[in-house]
């Protein structure tokens, strides 16, 4: 799956726009994505990420870069196995994009698509 565009507060995935935050997982897409503290990424917020087992996580904190990602989710999820990125939406979509198309590991990402 890969993105077409992105915009504050909008996503446009094979042609259809998106305009709230979302996770990606394979070709699985789960839209509507809400964190327990809004502006604060905890592990609870990734159970659906989770149960997708993904090898690399990318993780975009907004266009400002405002959600915070706090350092012991990072730490929890490469006890994991998991690789994680960690950008602001415009870059963490181009980091996504190019790395559905070389990388043979299933990558998941999360989008934080306003502040």
């Not at 077409?4 to 995935?13: A, N, Q, S, W």
């Not at 990424?41 to 149960?51: I, Q, R, S, V």
């Not at 993780?59 to 490469?78: F, H, T, W």
Request: aromatic share 6%; with cysteine.
């Amino acid at each position: 799956m890969r993105i077409d565009e992105y915009h504050f507060g909008k996503l446009v995935i094979g042609g259809k726009p998106y305009d709230s935050d979302l996770m990606i997982c394979g070709e699985d897409l789960h839209q509507k994505w809400w964190r327990k503290e809004g502006h604060s990424l905890c592990l609870e917020d990734l159970e659906w990420m989770l149960d997708r087992s993904p090898e690399i996580l990318i993780i975009g904190k907004g266009s400002a870069g405002c959600m915070e990602v706090p350092i012991d989710v990072v730490e929890e999820l490469r006890k994991r196995g998991i690789e994680v990125r960690v950008a602001k939406t415009e870059q963490a979509v181009e980091l996504y994009n190019e790395m559905v198309q070389r990388e043979t590991r299933k990558i998941g990402a999360t989008f934080h698509l306003t502040c």
